[in-house]
C-alpha cells in the first residue's frame, strides 16, 4: 500500500512543479504537457485489483486535493478522477497489462479524461471548443506521459515480489 501512494504523490507534486516551469497557454502548449497523476492512476491499479473501493477512494480523494491544489474548482477533478478510475478498472479488465498494453491504457486514460473535459466545457459553454483543440490537447500530452508511465512502470518491476502484487507479462 505504501509504494502506490508514493507514486500518486511524486506524480502529484510532478505535476505541479512541471506545468509551471512548462507553458500551459491555448495556442502555446508544450510537447510535453505533463498529466501525470492520470498516468499515476493507471500504474498503481494492480496494486489495489483486490480492493477496488479503496482504489476509486483513492482516485477522488486525489481529485479533491486536486482542485484544492491546482484548479480551484471544488468537485470538478474529483468526479473526473472517479471516471478515470472506472475507465482504468474497464481496461484492466479486459486487457492484460504488458508493456505495449500499458502506453495503450494511458493512451486512453489521457484520450478519456479530455473527453470528460470537453463534455464539461461544451455542457457549460465555459470556453469555445472545437475539435481542433481538442486533438492538439492530447497530442501535446501524450509524449511525455508515455514515457513517464514507462519509466514508471520499468521501476515497480525491479521492485522485490514481497514488497509488490504486480507482475509483469514480458
Known sequence: MLIPIVILVISFLLDGILSNFLPYMVGDLSLFTPMLTIVSFVVIYPFFTKTIRKYLTICFVTGLVYDFMYTNLLFYN???????????????????????????FISLAIIGYEVMNVIVILIFQLVPMTFYRFLYKISHSLLLNLIYGEVLYFIISLIPKKYKRLTINS
Not at 475507465?87 to 508493456?99: K, Q, S
Open 78 to 104: 474529483a468526479i473526473l478522477f472517479l471516471g478515470l478510475g472506472a475507465l482504468v478498472l474497464l481496461l484492466y479488465r479486459y486487457i492484460r497489462l504488458n508493456w505495449l498494453s500499458l502506453l495503450l
